[in-house]
């Protein structure tokens, strides 16, 4: 859960700040922290991860033979540590005798594809869950941080557990980079965004005054891309989803401008389009596309790239 006040980044955007979440990227996080959120709706999975939370924290106090304690405070709601300019909030407090209390986290995996190529089939959790372990063991009770965690991840009706100590490098990178977040918040430096697809709702949402443009003829790779992206457009099948990552990319270079011009004479020009509500479901929206032009004549540099098959990402 993030944290309401923006004082602190939470346990599962710290990932996003370090560039290694599959839910986000620096770009977006700092939208968030600007007020420039986009409402999500959760998915099936997200639903029934949550109402699986308590039966997970039951099975474990069985099989781990530990206290478990949910995270819960006087209003039912669980409660947000902050420590530092890091917060989080745990599901459960796992307490071990030997070891005091530790943080402990539930995750639900429900296909054994995912199990096998995030997981490593159990061998160790994904960067960015343990990355989240850490910065809850970090804020432990927002006065002393906690000296173990556990991740419990529900498979398919079998659970296994992680057990794990702090990492000290992890820490003092993710502390640093936390603090450095707040201080580029103050002289308002917003990092580059990454080109990657998560980033073009809030990338459809940058002012393109008319008129504007902006000489991209340097870059080879870039006009190969926007070649590439035309290219994909007219696939009919196939071709959707790197057409999407060539998009997030190309909009990413342009930044807030209407028009480029690229390398070997080729150019593309930004067009915005407001979409109004029409249903609850079908809220209010904006969205771009990218009208190119690609010279029949181009440079050998772009030809043969794409001869090689070379789809540039």
């Known amino acids: 859960m993030p944290d309401p006040t923006l004082a602190t980044i939470s346990a599962t955007e710290i990932s996003m700040a370090l560039g290694i979440s599959p839910y986000g990227t620096p770009f977006t996080l700092w939208q968030r922290f600007k007020g420039h959120d986009i409402d999500r709706a959760g998915d099936a999975r997200m639903t029934w991860g949550t109402k699986m939370e308590p039966l997970i924290i039951e099975q474990a106090r069985d099989d781990l033979s530990l206290e478990v304690i949910p995270n819960a405070g006087d209003d039912g ?62 804020c432990g009770d927002g006065k002393e941080p906690f000296q173990h965690g556990r991740i419990a991840a529900w498979v398919c009706g079998e659970i296994t557990y992680f057990d794990r100590e702090p990492i000290p490098k992890v820490w003092d990178q993710m502390e640093k980079t936390a603090s450095q977040w707040f201080e580029d918040l103050k002289t308002d430096k917003q990092p580059d965004p990454f080109g990657d697809p998560m980033e073009q709702p809030w990338l459809a949402l940058l002012d393109r005054p008319k008129g504007s443009a902006i000489d991209l003829t340097g870059d080879v790779d870039l006009a190969e891309k926007v070649r590439l992206y035309a290219w994909q457009q007219k696939q009919i099948t196939g071709g959707q989803k790197a057409a999407a990552t060539l998009k997030a990319q190309i909009l990413a270079a342009i930044g807030p401008h209407e028009s480029a011009d690229f390398y070997g004479g080729i150019s593309c020009k930004i067009q915005k389009r407001e979409l109004k509500a029409i249903t609850i479901e079908r809220k209010a929206s904006t969205s771009v596309s990218i009208k190119s032009y690609i010279p029949d004549d181009l440079p050998d540099e772009i030809t043969e790239s794409a001869e090689a098959g070379d789809l540039g990402g």
């Not at 459960?92 to 005091?100: H, S, W």
């Not at 995996?109 to 994904?126: C, E, H, L, S």
């Open 77 to 138: 709601k669980q409660v947000y540590f902050r420590r530092g300019p890091i917060g989080a909030t745990r599901d459960a407090t796992i307490v071990d005798p030997d070891r005091g209390p530790g943080a402990f986290d539930a995750k639900c995996i429900f296909d054994y594809g995912t199990w096998m190529q995030k997981w490593g089939g159990g061998k160790a959790p994904p960067r960015h869950i343990e990355l989240q372990l850490q910065a809850q063991m970090f």
